[in-house]
């Protein structure tokens, strides 16, 4: 999942990194080959017409589609895996280099979309559509067009015979809009295949365009993401007979357990990525908001600050930990007492914190008559470590491509692939390349679209970036 906010930016670094960051002064944009931009518009084509949501069964023919590009562009058999995994699959496609530029760099993505329903979009949801300037189509910004985009940079590279100083790994996965169990499957059944120095993921950060000219305004080097896990809450009881009620009624107190957790705070926790949120989010953002998100950038053990941002729910959760009750059911009958209550409690965790402290957490505000089990296998990760040189890389890629757009880090508060390398112990940076206005953004949604020319810009921007760190 790829979501922006020009309100999520900020720049808060060590002397290194803040160095790294560094705007550079704008420069002419460069502009990818016709050739390498009709093969991009041809594969991003190809890819959309394909239905590669959830139950349909498709994901491998868009493996395999892309197989056969990598094979036929001269990369060695041995070197292009297509992984089954189920109903679905994941590519993995090694890029040699010569080795004197250390260990290998993951570029990873997703080849699955959110399932749409034709009827509901004014267009043919599984076809690539060009008009008034815009590319439509399911998976067009989440994440189809990334999936062309780094393919047709790693075809056209090899092309021209560039050898890279270091192997450069694409790492497609097939099911991140639902299980994510084919990234996880990547970083541990086949290591061996993925395991890198760290990884560039396309379906996080990215630039966003400004509303008023639709001009390059901040790209987002996203270095962090929260974790989503639910809980389930259940309280029981014997029952009996409606007309013989009693105190103890396990609706009345899993309703007390729910009013405990909406009561329930957890700590402020922080680290570079949210604090470079916070500093540049600041003097955006008119009135006490903003003024709190400077305070607290300054000095994140400003209670206070803490406070004020926490009154805005699209900030809280940058914040700490949050959990909010989503699901409820009770009973069994009208006219018998419940014999049990559930609750489902979504929690998105902070990184650094398990999500097994998050459940005692839970049990403690709720109390021991309560049950509070974890519903679902948890992927939580560290928040990944701020490398001057990817910083630079990134910077260097946007000026040619973007100019103008400086480079900031964030935290996202969603999830993607990236938790899963994280969690592996391969550090990940979302650093998709292509511009989004935010009124323009409607992946997952109805008319996905992205610009016609932000798509052939991210051209220049991969190519940059991937010469940037592995020689060239």
């Not at 004014?122 to 590319?135: A, K």
């Not at 950038?297 to 209670?303: G, I, Q, R, S, V």
């Not at 998105?348 to 914190?353: A, H, Q, S, V």
């Amino acid at each position: 999942m790829r979501q922006l906010s020009i309100m999520a930016a900020g720049l808060v670094l060590g002397a290194a990194a803040a160095a790294a960051f560094a705007k550079a002064p704008a420069s002419a944009r460069a502009a990818a080959p016709a050739a390498e931009r009709a093969q991009a518009r041809e594969i991003f084509e190809h890819i959309v017409g394909i239905e590669s949501s959830v139950g349909k069964g498709n994901v491998p023919a868009v493996a395999n589609y892309l197989a056969r590009l990598f094979l036929a562009g001269g990369f060695p058999a041995a070197d292009v895996r297509v992984l089954p995994f189920g109903e679905t699959a994941s590519l993995v496609v090694r890029y040699r280099g010569n080795g004197r530029g250390g260990r290998p760099i993951d570029f990873i993505a997703h080849m699955d979309v959110v399932t749409a329903n034709r009827a509901d979009w004014q267009r043919d949801p599984f076809r690539l559509i060009e008009e008034n300037g815009f590319f439509f189509g399911r998976g067009t910004s989440d994440v189809k067009q990334e999936v062309a985009l780094i393919t047709t940079t790693f075809l056209s590279l090899k092309a021209h015979g560039y050898v890279p100083t270091r192997d450069l790994i694409v790492a497609f996965s097939g099911d991140e809009e639902t299980d994510g169990a084919t990234a996880r499957d990547l970083v541990t059944t086949h290591r061996d295949l993925v395991d890198a120095e760290f990884a560039l993921n396309a379906d996080g950060g990215g630039g966003v365009l400004a509303e008023a000219t639709a001009k390059p305004q901040i790209f987002y080097l996203q270095g962090a993401e929260k974790s989503s896990v639910s809980y389930t809450l259940t309280t029981r009881n014997p029952g009996g007979h409606s007309s013989m009620p009693r105190p103890d009624n396990a609706i009345y107190e899993l309703a007390d357990a729910l009013k405990a957790v909406q009561r329930l705070e957890f700590p402020v926790q922080w680290n570079d990525w949210t604090l470079g949120d916070f500093k540049a989010a600041g003097p955006l953002t008119p009135g006490p908001l903003g003024e709190a998100m400077t305070r607290f950038a300054a000095n994140p053990k400003d209670a206070d600050a803490a406070q004020e941002i926490s009154k805005n729910p699209a900030f809280v959760g940058r914040l700490r930990t949050t959990c909010v009750a989503t699901r409820l059911a009770g009973g069994h009958a009208d006219n018998a007492l419940p014999q049990s209550a559930v609750a489902t409690v979504n929690c998105r965790i902070f990184p650094g914190t398990s999500a097994a402290d998050v459940r005692g957490v839970l049990q403690q505000a709720v109390g021991a008559d309560v049950e509070v089990r974890q519903a679902e296998e948890a992927i939580v990760s560290d928040a990944s470590p701020l490398r001057a040189d990817v910083v630079a890389a990134v910077t260097r890629a946007v000026e040619a491509a973007d100019p103008g757009a400086p480079v900031v880090p964030t935290q996202a508060a969603y999830a993607t692939d990236g938790a899963a390398y994280r969690n592996a112990g391969i550090p990940t940076y979302g650093c998709g390349g292509v511009f989004i206005m935010d009124s323009e953004e409607f992946a997952h949604g109805l008319n996905e679209r992205i610009r016609v020319d932000a798509f052939y810009d991210a051209l220049t921007y991969w190519s940059v970036l991937i010469k940037s760190l592995a020689g060239g």
